[in-house]
């Protein structure tokens, strides 16, 4: 069938549909209320066809998008009766093939005559859903249902009429309900937009080319990315990486990759990570595999498209009950960031036997903060996420890593934002916000630096700070002979007390007018043995100040 | 009384002007990237020359000289701008560095991050801190910022970008460090945000100050220079630098904000692109604009180019309101070379004009696009320029040979292996502009111009499958042309700062502000009419993104007028993104105001069309289309409208070639442009 498909329809239909989720996700950012979506962009765009293919997504989250396809599943599955002018909402790992409750995701079908072909999908990271604590992330949770509104598919809009009783209960339900209501407009107008310009493409074509032109494109992605995995050492090959703890007592939890290369196949065995935990650790079912396909994606080459067609030569087995894999029931909040990061790591560790010149150093981890209190400039409740201080991407064959720009599970797509803006929306200071030196793990190309940062709290109340994170045990590993980047270290300054030592899980933390959050985040893993790295570029770093050491 | 537009390229400076009448005439000279003025100057010779006056008689003639310049470009594509210092808000050095945590392209995680502009060493924290409200948190510390001048000196410096958090809302004290720099380092140039870009957001005002910092003595030194020349050669009239919005303002408003000026080239060839949409009738054109060094690519959809404050130039954010524009470095003096592995591979050097492509005979060894196009026999050794400047065939066989003897093919192999993968370069150029953003470039026509677009317009259409091309008789100066056509432009705007709704009369005294500030400035360069366009930057209570919201025909004394306005907001925003909340709360952010010069288009020849019959050839030449052919050759002078013709044929002009391949059917329009379809 395939076949039939000339070269520039294919292309254009390729090009058109990645265009289209690119202008929903500009859609998203530019409506949205929040913080988190409007200047931090957690949020994603796909394309999706009924049988929960992968048939284009716009770069911005990873995580979330190799997920989607197992939200559409869940989608298929339940509604066998979609309509034009449906829309369906859902948000549960386990009865939703979502990856944690934060993650709302929107369908919106795209119909062409009577037939329903695809899904334009947005998923996005909402800033509460309701649970034990503000902001989504509750360390103390041991079920899911402390974590917040467990939303199964449900029709949220029958026939292109909203179902307002449904939408007043979710809103009755979170924090914000305000924020709430204005980005799940943004979500469904960027839907609705994706879906016109899909529907467009139909009438242009006809629905039969592009369905041909679909099959086409995937196959091509195969081949294309098979020819890169067949350039790769042929082994079987093992990595490990170490989440800090769980916040309930266990620490150095393992996350164990087995790696079959043979061929242009790859096989992903995570069977041997450790058992799961009473904590939000654990990994959601599609998450787990969302972040295989992440690992994955960063080894091949980078413009090869990210569909279902460039994950074809990959298999992933792994174990229910394990850390990577809970069983129904258990909190799974962190699981986009940990153990994605760790299950990235294993896996790239792993790989570096194979494809020495592919692999890099680690990413930063996240450790997050979240603050609910009241502006006294206005008297109105506010939560404000940390996205400020981004930590040190890894090295690589390439060149040093970036300084400021990520964890694994974000490479360089997460924006910290103004922080003019940020000033004046929140009562927060910032004091300080440069790179900090000497964190970036040493090599022939060193990781990048995270950054330094001193907020003060300018309420006129107390406020409460949570945080959700890990990585300030074990810092972002170096790779091939280079040194692992520093760990975090957040510290609380408050007038009257003893500077704190905050660590990654932490709830309820009392923060009073005028303290200050002393945060200094990871830099990104080394590349090479140090013995390697030039005088030209130590004596850089020790001009610029990056590197205050003498090595 | 003439006008005058000037587009100095990479290889070619090209100049137009015209009269009342209408009469037009072009000019082509060796650009001179040392010094652009030397190429400038002599082209206006020329352009004297072929208006049959004195140089000196023909500026004293002129009114309006109207300049598009690729310094600002060229310094910062090739990183040859100023030493730049900047003085920042204290702990907060590194913004430009992080770009807000952002990377190009997610999976790519091999690829280092760029050079700044400004390295770390030059970048200096000041002791001050403004609030959010403006006011000083921390006033802004003397001590320090002599400390703090006096390590930019010792580092060299020539060009120092100030930019502190908030300034955009109090400029006190990034007006304080820039009287302070002016007194203890006058020799400095400095760029200050507040007055580059005035808006809140620090990574997008730090960079395009640093940007204009970065460009800015290159562009006054050279502007000024011209401007001087241009005096003592007898030029009284007005000088304009074309801006990358596409307006064009006088040289001391251009250098000021000479970030603005970084598609200045360019954007003339846009004014053009527009001009020949709306004679010819013809709405979707992807104009074409392939010259010596570079290539520009651009979109004409429904007769507009659009325009947007997103841009990036070689890495560098430049968040002022430009044209989208897709710049190759590639052209016809590209160089080809063969690489260890045996591939032929064409660019990214280039042979500018200086030495040239071999053929020019001026030193150059390096077989180009040109000398393959000489091998071909599209391109008449004899007949260049007009014959003025005879190409030397023997160094392009020679140049080509050195190619063909690494790969062991024929000279002939070789020469149409080079063709071939310019060609695919500008395929993939036009995808870029076009498919890559879901547009199907078979619905357009090709727009070919620039001296070189000629010989591969047929071949690079034939690839995307776009089947019709048009060449304009100013093929070859377009943009000097194009720069003719285009407005006088000043922008400004001003944000509202208040709480709340804002008010009607707050609106009217925005706008008056505003307009008196924008006509005021254009006043002073023209005394034609003037044209206000108004609009508004709104958004809905929480969000960040403000949408740019037109407010013409809008009566700003109605009395309901703040509802209209938000009612446009509401229309606007359903229109962009699907829906509208009528019921929340809209916020008036930025008020803005250009005030537009509208000039008179130039005359156009429409000739008459006399007879669908053929027009006889001047000649015959042989030319290789995948065979050796023997091609009939026009010259463009003798085809009149009506004429057409079935290709394989040469259409000569002086300063370009045009290539009919094959079976492809060329007619002449009423104006005299070729209109090509292809087999």
Known sequence: ?551 | MYTIGVDVGGTYTDLVATDQTGRTVFAKSPSTPADQSVGVMAGLDELARRLGVTRAAMLAATDRLVHGTTVATNALLERKGAKVALLTTEGHRDVVEMREGLKPDRYDLRTPPPEPLVPRERRFGVRERLKADGSAAIPLDAAALGDVIAEVKRSGANSVAVCFLHGYLNPAHELAAVERLAKELPDVSVSRSSDVLPQIKEYERVSTTIVNAYVQPTVQRYLTNLERSLTEAGFKGSLFVVLSHGGMAPVEEASRLAAGTVLSGPAGGISGSRRCAEMLGIPDLVPFDMGGTSTDISLISDGQASLSADGMLAGQRIALRSLDIASIAAGGGSIASVDTSRTLRVGPESAGSVPGPACYGNGGLAATVTDANVVLGYLDAAAFMGGARPLDRAASEAAVDRIAEALQLSRIEAAAGIAKMINLKMADGIRLMTLRRGVDPRKFALLSFGGAAGMHAAEVARELEIRRIIVPTVASVLSAWGMLTSDLRYEVSRTHYGTGRISADEVRALFAALEQQAAGRLRSWFRGEIAIERSAEMRYGEQVFEIDVPLGELDLSAADLVAQIEDRFHRRHEELYTYASRGQEVVFVNARVAAVGKVAPGGRDVGEVTSAAACAPRGKRQAWLGGWREVPVYALDDLRPGHALTGPAIIEAETTTVLVDTGDRMTVNPLGWLDITLR
């Open chain 1, 1 to 551: 069938m395939s076949s039939k498909i000339d070269p520039i329809t294919r292309s254009v239909v390729q090009h058109r549909l990645s265009s289209i989720v690119r202008e929903m996700g500009e859609a998203m950012l530019r409506t949205s209320y929040s913080q988190i979506l409007n200047s931090s962009r957690d949020f994603s765009l796909a394309i999706c066809d009924t049988r929960g293919r992968l048939i284009a997504q716009a770069d911005h989250i990873p995580v979330h998008v190799g997920a989607l396809p197992w939200a559409t599943l869940a989608v298929e599955e339940r509604f066998k009766d979609v309509a034009p002018g449906d829309v369906i909402l859902l948000n549960d790992p386990y009865q939703g093939g979502g990856s944690h409750l934060p993650d709302v995701t929107a369908f919106v079908p795209v119909f062409d005559g009577g037939k329903r072909l695809l899904w334009t999908i947005v998923r996005a990271h909402q800033s509460d859903i309701g649970g034990a604590t503000h902001g989504a992330y509750n360390p103390g949770a041991t079920e899911i249902y402390q974590e917040g509104i467990r939303i199964p598919p449900i029709k949220l809009y029958e026939a292109g009429k909203p179902r307002e009783d449904l939408l007043d209960l979710l809103a009755l339900n979170i924090r914000n309900p305000r924020e709430f209501r204005g980005d799940l407009a943004a979500m469904l107008g960027a839907a609705h937009l994706g879906e016109r310009r899909v529907a467009k493409l139909f009438s242009e074509f006809g629905a039969d080319t592009v369905e041909a032109a679909i099959e086409a494109i995937l196959d091509a992605t195969e081949q294309q990315t098979r020819a890169v995995v067949s350039t790769w050492k042929d082994g079987v090959f093992h990595g490990e990486a170490l989440l800090d703890d769980d916040g309930h007592g266990r620490t150095d939890i393992r996350i164990s990759a087995k790696v079959t290369k043979k061929g242009s196949d790859i096989e992903v065995d995570l069977s041997g990570s450790d058992p799961q935990s009473t904590s939000f650790v654990n990994s959601s079912h599609a998450n787990m595999q969302a972040a295989v396909a992440m690992a994955f994606a960063y080894l091949i080459d980078a413009d090869i498209p990210k569909n279902t067609g460039a994950l074809r030569p990959l298999k992933v087995i792994a174990k229910q009950g394990t850390i990577v894999w809970a069983d129904p029931g258990r909190p799974v909040t962190l699981c986009t960031s940990h153990p994605s990061n760790e299950i990235v790591e294993a896996i790239i560790k792993a790989m570096a036997s194979s494809c020495p010149n592919r692999v890099m150093g680690g990413w930063g981890r996240r450790f997050r903060i979240a603050i609910q209190g009241e502006d006294p400039r206005n008297g109105r409740n506010f939560i404000w996420h940390m996205f400020q201080a981004r930590p040190g991407g890894g090295a690589s064959i390439g060149g040093d890593g970036y300084s400021s720009i990520g964890e694994w599970h974000t490479v360089g797509g997460l924006k910290f934002g103004s922080i003019e803006v940020a000033e004046v929306r929140f009562p927060l200071h910032f004091r300080q916000h440069e790179f900090r030196p000497d964190s970036g793990g040493d090599g022939q190309h060193r990781g990048g630096l995270g950054v330094a940062l001193d907020m003060v709290l300018e309420t006129q109340k107390p406020a409460k700070g949570n945080t959700a994170g890990d990585g300030a045990r074990h810092g972002p590993c170096g790779m091939l002979g280079g040194k692992d980047g520093e760990p975090h270290r957040y510290r609380l300054l408050s007038e009257g007390r003893e500077p704190r030592v905050l660590r990654t899980k932490e709830v309820g933390i009392e923060l009073r007018p005028g303290d200050c959050l002393e945060v200094r985040s990871s830099g990104g893993g080394g590349w090479g043995p140090p013995s390697r790295r030039s005088a030209d570029a130590r004596a850089r770093d020790a001009a610029q100040g990056l590197v205050s050491k003498a090595v």
